[in-house]
């Protein structure tokens, strides 16, 4: 294997000496290495490292996809393998069986999925979507694909129906025409339905679209056919002309057979039933309009909404379900969407949260031409799936398995942790159970097909999403499931806002004050620190006890303040203020300080929110140690916090945002800390930065400066308010809201006053955008560790020039745009053992602090030298004076040992705060370091890796030489970075605006990969995207969903063994015995051929014009995915021999039929010998 060494290097050759960097199209693989470093200390050759990651250990694919199908159009069910799919208006499709199979495909085109169809227990799909085409999906893969596509050219699909064990399917056209699809090869049949013909001929307007498809359950040689209008015409195929027309003059919306074929009931509307008899189709037999009321002169019951859809099921011991969408009265607009079930004289009103999409019901029997026995009803609404238990009177809904709630409250922001201690799924999931709903139904899941086990990957996965209601859901994601195990509400701290006083309050959120913005989790420890949007960071210990206690809070003033200094001379900067300048005022906190703040008066020193003073009840789990919130300074809001970090073993947690950074003692319950970010470079700033010139006047109203709420950062259709959006005295664009706001959260502010707007979309006035000016760019309405500080955008345009929905980027460089404004916002945060300054000789506690600017200090932490004394003795926070420096905005930190191995930040092992049985002894604390096992070991030096918005550097400490340097991207630049460990090793793992996907090893900066993944086209994938060990990630591929991805190339090839199988093999029930009489009578349903029908010898070939046949792809077991290797000739020789098998099977039933036909005929011809044997010739 190939070793990397550090080379000794000439004097004097730094780090920026220059070379080449990667064009933001084509991603970082062009970035420059330049081993750098000044002679001394690391200018000696170091130890071998060897890098044993390679470019073969990479490669990028999708795994699976969670949570509920972003906008739903459609539903299907197979009744034999009791699997579910859902179609959406993205052109997705979902298909669910047991908890684990779970399958994710895509339309190419992206056309809205219309309809589906299963082949039932046929391990097929056919979808219908809005571009005028069918689809067969081969479902007997892991990976379904389709295996061929028809489109329509001329006509519009309306509707499908593909009858049980038929081949052909039925499809009808916003013409009125009725088309029928052969299966098999996806060819026309020569044989359509023209709606003149099922007409009546003295009718003179157009039926309209086709509605409803079906054929009776009595004689499948008989087609009923639904028309919008209101007309209904069964159609007979055999003698090509209608056995019935039935006219209504209501829109007709759905139609359902009753399982004898003699009666079928129209939804209509008006919100009537019409139920109606073959035997009379003048007119229906019964009407009804369930929801209307009845008038009192005995005139028809007043018209309601329409009911959009109708099943009618039959049981054996009871009277039959009629189950319908709809139909409620015009009166009660605040009515909220329903399910109605109607059961003999019983009408149960099922109210929904959301709007309801389609609804099945499921039934014991595929047969139409049987007593359905219906046990359950699914619903499908725009952001639920619920399942009804239909066989308990109470109608109790079945508890969901899937993770489909992870939308229930917008997501803000996600972390992922692999292989984190094996105890803490059980731990979290024994407090959550605590909190399960009661009252669902006691059976079993209906939805229970397919097959899935556990694969081989078994290290514990959590994921953890923040919301905009303040509540933090922790989730089992271990082999490629996931399962909610805890929800955390951590807007249980603060009082409730009361109504009316929303003015009078220091709020700076018009909606969702609670939103979790950032999120820092330390799984060895428990610790979880969770920063909110309205500008403060609530410290979280874990806990298995309830406890009753007061909930210690703590204020912290952070403003970048300017003197008003008249004369333009740079002031020196002493190395370190005061120490009392910095300890801000410790007041607790109380319920009548931010309510104080009138309109017109200035607020000061008010935090946003008001935290809980009374004692409060903490269940078991997660629970609030410390809160700490950012006061308003002369009528100035706090800026939202930017960077996160906590440490267990130092007890201390520090924040910053755009005016400074804030270190607190979490176990003292105090500020070491408060300081603007250009006091904390002492002497060492590097830049001769001008005072602002002073402001006329600091009273302003707060309103005008109003931070938009997290829901708009959701693209929600029915929110889509366009605003002006004006940049740098450019052309004005037109930007829809949530877009703006997400460009804003995630590339830090722009110069725009209006983006300064409120989340009602309203313009400010000239006098308001003065204002603005003043606030200056350097305080971002939004801001987020991943954005840049300081930094001009260009957004996408929706102009006559510029219509591409394109995420094009130029950004200035940094330090020249400095002179716009002086303020410097704290990105990243790292607490480490580290080598503080130069002359160092041994390690010693640090905070590593990143700006904006691309600066790195590094702050020294004097803690305590005996566990005894550290709730008593302070901490102390001081510069080192060491300043490194980064291209763009730093991201994140690592350090690796001389070995060239990832070092952990020390921690303290968890214990349960509130034990009653600890004795004195096991009070200690006790410290993890992560140091080996002898000084020696740990060497002289280590390495300090650094990524920025734009490069990555590492350098060796303590000499603070700069060994690597890596340009990422010049034209972009990087939205997340990521130290992670894979197999063994370690890398740094980016992802890049342009869409790229990045890996480099550490610590010589290699570029190990480099794929152009996905465009960021939607914000929500910038702020969600983030990295773990292992080779996973995960980002929010919609506001509802969670796409799983790898960049490992052994996981890659072991995904078909992970993933579940959607097909198993299962016996199709077999149809009930008809007895003699209704088989005599009961129609000519069984000598139906569709095949003599609709054939090409009888029907002739259908226009060319009408359809195109477009082959798929799915054939071949999509077996892309298993690269051709080993797996790939596995995996085709098994699909041959499951066809190979198929058709044995075929063959050993034409050949047992062929046989028992050969027995009878032989049996009829021995008894016509015997009969005739002893006769003469003249007797026959």
């Known amino acids: 294997m190939k070793k990397f060494n550090f080379r000794k290097v000439l004097d004097g050759l730094t780090a920026s000496s220059p070379g080449g960097s990667s064009g933001g199209g084509s991603g970082a693989g062009g970035g420059s290495v330049h081993p750098g470093g000044t002679a001394g200390a690391a200018g000696t050759p170091r130890d071998e490292i060897q890098e044993t990651l390679t470019s073969d250990y990479f490669q990028i694919c999708k795994t699976v996809r969670h949570g509920f199908p972003y906008l739903p159009t459609a539903l299907a069910f197979d009744p034999v393998q009791k699997i579910l799919a859902i179609g959406t208006r993205t052109g997705a499709i979902r298909i669910l069986g047991r908890p684990g199979v779970d399958c994710y495909c895509q339309h190419e085109s992206g056309a809205a999925v219309l309809q589906l169809q299963f082949l039932i227990n046929e391990g097929a799909l056919v979808s219908a979507s809005a571009d005028d085409a069918l689809h067969l999906w081969n479902l007997r893969q892991k990976r379904p694909a389709i295996l061929h596509s028809l489109k329509f050219n001329r006509e519009r699909i309306t509707y499908c129906h593909l009858p049980f064990q038929s081949k052909w399917l039925y499809v009808g056209t916003e013409r009125g025409n009725t088309h029928i699809v052969n299966i098999e090869s996806f060819i026309l049949s020569g044989y359509v339905i023209m709606w003149n013909k099922a007409i009546e001929l003295s009718t003179k307007t157009h039926p309209g679209p086709v509605v409803h498809l079906s054929d009776s359950p009595r004689d499948e040689g008989k087609l009923l056919i639904g028309y919008e209008n209101g007309t209904v015409v069964l159609w007979d195929l055999r003698s090509k002309r209608a056995d019935l027309r039935a006219y209504y003059d209501e829109a007709i919306h759905s139609v359902a057979w009753h399982h004898e074929g003699k009666q079928f009931m129209c939804s209509h509307s008006d919100g009537s039933l019409t139920l109606w008899n073959l035997k009379s189709p003048n007119r229906p037999f019964q009407t009804t309009i369930p929801h209307g009321k009845i008038q009192r002169d005995g005139k028809k019951p007043e018209s309601c909404k329409p009911i959009l859809k109708v099943e009618y099921k039959t049981c054996k011991n009871s009277e039959p379900f009629v189950i319908f969408s709809g139909g409620l009265s015009y009166d009660k607009a605040c009515r909220r969407p329903s399910l109605t079930i109607m059961h003999g004289k019983a009408i149960t009103v099922l109210e929904m949260d959301h709007p309801i999409v389609d609804f099945l019901t499921l039934c014991e029997t595929p047969y139409p031409n049987e007593f359905q026995e219906p046990y359950a009803v699914v619903v499908l609404l725009e952001k639920d799936l619920i399942v009804v238990d239909l066989t308990q009177s109470n109608f109790p809904i079945?508890?969901?398995?899937?993770?489909?709630?992870?939308?229930?409250?917008?997501?803000?922001?996600?972390?992922?942790?692999?292989?984190?201690?094996?105890?803490?799924?059980?731990?979290?999931?024994?407090?959550?159970?605590?909190?399960?709903?009661?009252?669902?139904?006691?059976?079993?899941?209906?939805?229970?097909?397919?097959?899935?086990?556990?694969?081989?990957?078994?290290?514990?996965?959590?994921?953890?999403?923040?919301?905009?209601?303040?509540?933090?859901?922790?989730?089992?994601?271990?082999?490629?499931?996931?399962?909610?195990?805890?929800?955390?509400?951590?807007?249980?701290?603060?009082?409730?806002?009361?109504?009316?006083?929303?003015?009078?309050?220091?709020?700076?959120?018009?909606?969702?004050?609670?939103?979790?913005?950032?999120?820092?989790?330390?799984?060895?420890?428990?610790?979880?620190?969770?920063?909110?949007?309205?500008?403060?960071?609530?410290?979280?210990?874990?806990?298995?006890?309830?406890?009753?206690?007061?909930?210690?809070?703590?204020?912290?003033?952070?403003?970048?303040?300017?003197?008003?200094?008249?004369?333009?001379?740079?002031?020196?900067?002493?190395?370190?203020?005061?120490?009392?300048?910095?300890?801000?005022?410790?007041?607790?906190?109380?319920?009548?300080?931010?309510?104080?703040?009138?309109?017109?008066?200035?607020?000061?020193?008010?935090?946003?929110?008001?935290?809980?003073?009374?004692?409060?009840?903490?269940?078991?789990?997660?629970?609030?140690?410390?809160?700490?919130?950012?006061?308003?300074?002369?009528?100035?809001?706090?800026?939202?916090?930017?960077?996160?970090?906590?440490?267990?073993?130092?007890?201390?947690?520090?924040?910053?945002?755009?005016?400074?950074?804030?270190?607190?003692?979490?176990?003292?319950?105090?500020?070491?800390?408060?300081?603007?970010?250009?006091?904390?470079?002492g002497s060492s700033d590097p830049y001769q930065r001008q005072p602002r010139s002073p402001r006329k006047s600091k009273q302003f109203a707060a309103d005008n400066f109003c931070m938009r709420g997290l829901s708009n950062f959701y693209p929600d259709l029915t929110k889509r308010i366009r605003t002006s959006y004006q940049i740098k005295g450019s052309r004005k664009l037109s930007l829809p809201t949530d877009l703006k706001t997400d460009l804003d959260h995630v590339n830090g502010h722009c110069t725009s006053p209006t983006s300064q707007s409120c989340s009602s979309g309203k313009r400010l006035s000239s006098a308001d955008v003065s204002k603005a000016n003043r606030r200056g760019p350097g305080r971002p309405p939004f801001r987020k560790a991943q954005s840049a500080a300081c930094m001009e955008i260009s957004l996408p345009v929706t102009t006559e020039e510029n219509r591409e929905n394109s995420f094009s980027r130029s950004r200035s460089s940094s330090v020249s745009s400095i002179d716009r404004d002086s303020k410097e916002a704290i990105t990243a945060l790292y607490f480490m053992e580290s080598f503080a300054r130069k002359n160092d000789s041994a390690v010693s506690p640090c905070l590593w602090v990143g700006t904006g600017l691309g600066m790195v200090l590094i702050l020294s932490l004097n803690l305590p030298a005996s566990d005894d004394l550290r709730q008593s003795e302070p901490v102390m926070v001081s510069p080192s004076g060491t300043v490194l420096t980064l291209k763009g905005a730093v991201l994140t930190f690592a350090c690796l040992d001389c070995m060239g191995t990832l070092t952990h930040p020390p921690y303290e092992v968890w214990r349960d705060p509130h034990s009653a049985d600890d004795g004195e002894k096991t009070r200690k604390r006790k410290l993890v370091m992560h140091s080996p096992s002898s000084s020696q070991d740990m060497g002289d030096h280590q390495f300090a890796v650094i990524c920025s918005e734009k490069q990555a550097k590492v350098f060796s400490l303590p000499s603070q030489t700069c060994l690597y340097v890596h340009n990422i991207t010049e034209t972009s630049f990087l939205l997340r970075a990521d130290v992670v460990t894979l197999c063994n090793s370690v890398c740094l793992a980016c992802f890049c605006a342009n869409g790229h996907i990045m890996t480099l090893s550490l610590p010589s900066l290699r570029p190990l990969l480099d794929i152009n993944y996905l465009p960021v086209t939607d914000m929500r994938i910038a702020r969600t995207f983030c990295f773990t060990n292992e080779g996973q990630a995960l980002y929010l591929s919609s506001p509802t969903e969670i796409q799983r991805l790898t960049y490992s190339q052994e996981m890659c090839d072991n995904l078909q063994d992970m993933l579940g199988d959607l097909f198993t093999p299962v016996e199709t029930p077999e149809a009930q015995n008809r007895g003699f009489l209704k088989g005599l009578f009961g129609g000519s349903g069984q000598a139906f051929d569709r095949e003599e029908l609709f054939g090409e010898a009888t029907a002739g070939k259908a226009s060319r014009s009408l359809a195109q046949h477009i082959p798929g792809s799915g054939g071949i077991e999509g077996v892309r995915g298993a690269a051709g290797g080993v797996i790939g000739d596995l995996t085709r020789a098994r699909i041959a021999l499951d066809e190979r098998g198929q058709k044995l099977g075929e063959l050993d039933e034409r050949t047992a039929s062929m046989m028992a036909s050969a027995e009878a005929f032989s049996k009829h011809a021995h008894e016509v010998m015997l009969k005739y044997k002893d006769k003469k010739w003249y007797q026959f």
């Open 398 to 681: 079945f508890e969901n398995p899937y993770p489909i709630d992870i939308h229930e409250s917008p997501v803000t922001c996600t972390e992922y942790f692999a292989d984190c201690p094996p105890d803490l799924i059980p731990v979290l999931y024994s407090v959550g159970a605590k909190h399960k709903k009661q009252g669902y139904s006691n059976k079993e899941w209906p939805i229970s097909g397919g097959a899935w086990n556990l694969g081989a990957q078994t290290y514990p996965e959590i994921i953890i999403t923040g919301h905009a209601d303040g509540s933090v859901k922790f989730w089992d994601a271990s082999a490629i499931t996931l399962q909610m195990l805890y929800k955390l509400k951590t807007s249980k701290v603060f009082e409730k806002q009361k109504l009316g006083e929303g003015k009078a309050t220091a709020e700076i959120v018009e909606e969702d004050p609670f939103a979790v913005q950032m999120m820092y989790w330390c799984p060895e420890s428990r610790i979880f620190c969770v920063a909110g949007v309205s500008a403060y960071v609530v410290v979280y210990r874990f806990s298995k006890h309830e406890v009753n206690t007061e909930i210690a809070s703590l204020e912290v003033r952070l403003q970048y303040e300017v003197e008003d200094i008249i004369t333009p001379e740079p002031e020196i900067i002493p190395p370190f203020p005061d120490a009392s300048s910095q300890l801000p005022s410790l007041k607790s906190l109380s319920g009548s300080t931010n309510t104080v703040a009138c309109e017109g008066t200035m607020k000061d020193s008010i935090p946003c929110l008001s935290v809980k003073t009374r004692p409060v009840r903490m269940p078991p789990g997660y629970q609030a140690d410390l809160v700490i919130q950012l006061v308003w300074v002369d009528g100035e809001p706090p800026q939202q916090i930017t960077s996160l970090a906590a440490n267990s073993a130092y007890g201390l947690v520090a924040f910053g945002n755009c005016n400074g950074l804030a270190v607190v003692d979490f176990m003292q319950k105090t500020v070491l800390l408060s300081m603007g970010t250009l006091d904390l470079y």
